[in-house]
């Protein structure tokens, strides 16, 4: 005997009659879970190209096909496009002149067009130059600078690039345009962030350190103005370096230093928060650099090392103040020139520091070592150092 369904109620008949009635067209095969279903129990489904694909039961249909209103077809989850106004088929998407806005990267509807590109909603907002997460990259839209001035790539240099997360107080447009006129339009861009109140991200060209030093220098009060970093429970800092740069024993010299929990106080310090969702550590060994480049890491590491081409230190609190950016930027960069000779029993806090007290390193991350002589992890050995231990506490300190 075979089975077909009325109303969902099945019915019994000899294969011989099943096979009559479908050449009749009285019932067919849902497309989904192949069960017989008399052909008014059945709803047309569409494909990505709006053609129809077949047929489905009312079981399948919602749990794996979507109405398009605008359309009036069901399709497929996956032949949809989330929209800003809603999710959508992809032939509706198509044939209804759906673009993409230059401001934040949403999907949009035809009447939701203003000018140039943008969306009415960032029209209205005016979020300027702040563009979509992830909706361009630095190194492309930038390109590279180099310590000598020029801004060709080369494949071995070390370049450092910052992602700062703020939040804003006031006019999200005009705060970005203050920063950008600072730091310099050639150098930023800026970006939304889904996990920011109100801010952007300000994203940096890949550069030569002494270069990210010079531009940070300019990040005063004025253009920072209605920012906040420090003192928040959503930004961090993020310092990016050129894997190409790295060796693989160099980066397990450094994966190991920083999760090592013997260092926790010490890098807790330098990065000014502890342990976090988005910066985890645990602990490492030399042999995980292998994994650089793939999945098997998270994302979300102290030290992020999934990038194709940059390895991620995630671990900083933000800041605002341009002393604190510096010192992470050569905190990052003291690391990688200590782990590029030390043995595998020194990658811990004091030999780390031992190192760093030497007379060049010390001059070479000054800022660096000026931070740490405030905190107490190294003794003062100039003016500037006995003056940092003396500064007030302020936002980003």
Known sequence: MSTYFVGGEPREVSAETLDLMVERGEIAACSQTGDYYVVDDLTLIHGANGRECGAVCARALG??????????????????????????????????????????????????????????????????IIRGYHNERAEETLGFFNADGTNDYRRKALYFGVELEV??????????????????????????????????????????????????????????????????????????????????????????????????SFIECVAQRGNGEYARKGKKRLSDARHRGSVETSHYDAVNIQGEHTIEFRLFKGNTRPDRIIKNLEFVAAVLDYCATAGASELLTAPFL?????????????????????????????KACKDARSQPITEGN
């Not at 998407?93 to 509807?109: E, L, Q």
């Not at 031992?354 to 100039?382: H, I, Q």
């Open 63 to 128: 749990a794996h096909y979507f109405y398009c209103e605008g359309a009036d077809i069901w399709t497929h989850h996956e032949n949809t496009v989330q929209t800003r106004e809603g999710r959508v088929s992809m032939a509706y998407y198509r044939d209804a002149d759906f673009f993409t806005c230059d401001a934040c990267g949403n999907d949009c509807g035809p009447d939701d067009y203003a000018e140039d590109g943008i969306c009415t909603s960032c029209y209205e907002n005016d979020r300027g």
């Open 167 to 264: 939040e804003c107080s006031g006019h999200l447009a005009e705060s970005a345009e203050r920063v950008r006129d600072a730091l310099g339009a050639e150098r930023v861009i800026f970006q939304d962030d889904g996990s920011l109140s109100h801010g952007y991200e300000i994203i940096t060209a890949p550069m030569a350190l002494s270069v990210q030093r010079e531009m940070w220098v300019q990040f005063g009060n004025r253009c920072s103005r209605g920012l906040t970093s420090h003192n928040t429970s959503t930004c961090g800092i993020h310092v990016h370096v050129s894997a190409s740069a790295v060796s693989a024993l160099q980066l397990g010299r450094v994966l190991v230093l920083i999760n090592d929990p013997r260092n926790k």
């Open 354 to 382: 031992a190192w760093l007290a030497r007379p060049d390193n010390r001059k070479s991350y000054s800022t660096l070592y000026a931070f740490l002589c405030e905190k107490g992890y190294a003794t003062p050995y100039n």
